[in-house]
């Protein structure tokens, strides 16, 4: 498959007036009635056939997939063929630079987040506090059995609680 952006001498981000502005110089280069031999090994044919194709948004969009799904883009020029004051370079942002704004946000909720982890760690490390398995002086409430004993009646259906004080000991 032909490489197109190499006979117009183009890179394949080029614009339609660079198509266009390109074309135009490069048959008045290689025109019949002004050069007399092919210069270069390029036809006006070529050329006219290049431009047919790159100059037409849809052809050019076929043209980009089958060229550049074919894996000849190796043989495509490896420079840039617009001239370096023509056309200012849109060099991509770097990742740095891209997240330069949010990198103020991300150290405070990084120092948050592990403070968090770290409670955390040192909540599940240590024991859970146990009470006191020794009784604290303190009133108790205690139930004494005040019913008479009778025959035939249950003696704890008649309790009357009564709060002592108790002392561990």
């Known amino acids: 498959m032909k490489n197109y952006y190499s006979i117009l001498q ?15 110089m490069l048959v008045k280069k290689h025109h019949p009635d002004v050069a007399t031999t ?16 790159l100059s037409n948004p849809q052809k050019r969009q076929a043209y980009d997939w089958a060229y550049f799904a074919s894996g000849d883009e190796e043989q495509a020029p490896a420079i840039h063929y617009a001239p370096a004051g023509e056309r200012p370079s849109r060099r991509q942002p770097r990742e740095r630079e891209r997240i330069a704004p949010y990198m103020r946000y991300v150290y405070p909720i990084l120092q948050t987040s592990l403070a968090f982890c770290l409670l955390l760690l040192v909540d599940y490390a240590l024991p859970l506090r146990k009470r006191s398995t020794r009784p604290s002086t303190s009133l108790k409430c205690m139930q004494k059995n005040t019913a008479p004993k009778q025959p035939g009646v249950h003696a704890a259906t008649w309790t009357i609680p009564s709060c002592t004080p108790f002392r561990a000991g």
């Open 10 to 24: 183009l890179a394949p981000a080029a614009t339609q007036p660079e198509i266009k502005k390109a074309y135009r």
């Open 38 to 53: 092919a210069a270069g090994g390029i036809s006006i044919q070529e050329i006219n056939e290049a431009y047919r194709v």
